[in-house]
């Protein structure tokens, strides 16, 4: 059983990763749940301290990720229209299957929101969803980074105790 928890646990690890740039996966709380299946066997020893941590640092990225390119939009000149415009269509290009639907949803949302405030300043409208753009690309860059440090973590506990699982 501690094999199969291994491996499953790598697998949500890697997934983690993955996720970091699908809209459908969650990914450093997915990564999480590979920590935590590591934790589980009866081998590596539960620390409960370093699975809150972890825990509370991925729900906060999770959350901060609907944030972010509404940030990046405020921050290149954007105003609240083109802020609402970005995380609606944050949820909107969730929800969509076409490719890319989150990065899309909150470049067109934005650009969207910001022609609604004034339409005759498409500039403004263009660098606002080009802030929204830039806010996607770092929370990904931070959902990436959190994700490949939990993979780290793993690989770092698994083999400390390799010898056991082996």
Known sequence: MDIFLLLLGFVFVCLGIIGSFLPVLPGPLTAWFGLLLLHTTKIIPMDWTFLGIT??????IWILDYFIPAMGTKRFGGTKY???GTTIGLI??????IPFGMLLGAFFGAFIGEMMYDSKDTNRALKASFGAFIGFLASATIKFSIASVYFVLFLIQFWEFKGEFF
């Open 55 to 60: 825990l509370g640092l991925a729900i906060l």
């Open 92 to 97: 909107v290009g969730l929800l969509s299957p």
């Open 82 to 84: 083109g802020v609402y």
